[in-house]
């Protein structure tokens, strides 16, 4: 049963929305926020132009070592599961532009690399600290999330990502 509290003659739930106080908001399961961004290649992409496949968002910051083992990981899955429907996209929210752009091309992965020099995609995901992994759904909603990442952890998107490519 929901409590609430009387302050000021305005009642407040002590059970608000599904997460504690002090914890990061969260994008899971809400629409995934549409962006376009020009990517390594020099063409714009659109999130929303791959809905109807399974797409994994990584934004990440070159500056960041988690994402330097992150992005391999990512490559390797992207091989594997881009011909079952599965889109990967790496962001940069670097703010230096030539530096992300070197690293990009050194890191040499397979999936489009796009970059994000403004602030406005980050605070439609919640962005707080890099790397960050998100899956969207073939419908566009946001389904899973993760930020930080260690060895191991690509299991866990194998097992999110392959749920979703049978549903």
């Known amino acids: 049963m929901r409590r609430a509290l009387l302050a000021g ?26 962006f376009a961004l020009r ?5 714009n992409l659109r999130l929303s132009e791959f809905r109807g496949q399974v797409v994994l968002v990584n934004f990440w910051a070159r500056s960041d070592g988690d994402s330097r083992q992150q992005m391999p990981a990512l490559d390797r899955i992207n091989i594997t599961y881009q011909r079952a429907g599965l889109v990967v996209l ?32 980050g605070k439609d995901y919640f962005l707080q600290k890099m790397p960050m992994t998100i899956l969207v759904d073939r419908s ?5 999330s993760a930020v ?16 979703l490519l049978r549903e």
């Open 9 to 34: 003659g305005v009642i407040l739930g002590l059970a608000m929305a599904a997460a504690p106080l002090g914890a990061a908001p969260s994008i899971v399961g809400k629409p995934a926020p549409d």
């Open 90 to 121: 790496g962001v940069s929210v670097d703010e230096d532009l030539r530096r992300a752009r070197e690293f990009a091309a050194a890191m040499s992965v397979s999936y489009p690399i796009l970059f994000d020099t403004g602030t406005e995609i």
């Open 140 to 144: 566009g909603m946001v389904r899973y």
């Open 148 to 163: 930080g990442f260690r060895r191991g952890d690509e299991r866990v998107y194998l097992d999110q990502i392959r749920q």
């Open 39 to 43: 990517g390594l290649d020099g063409r």
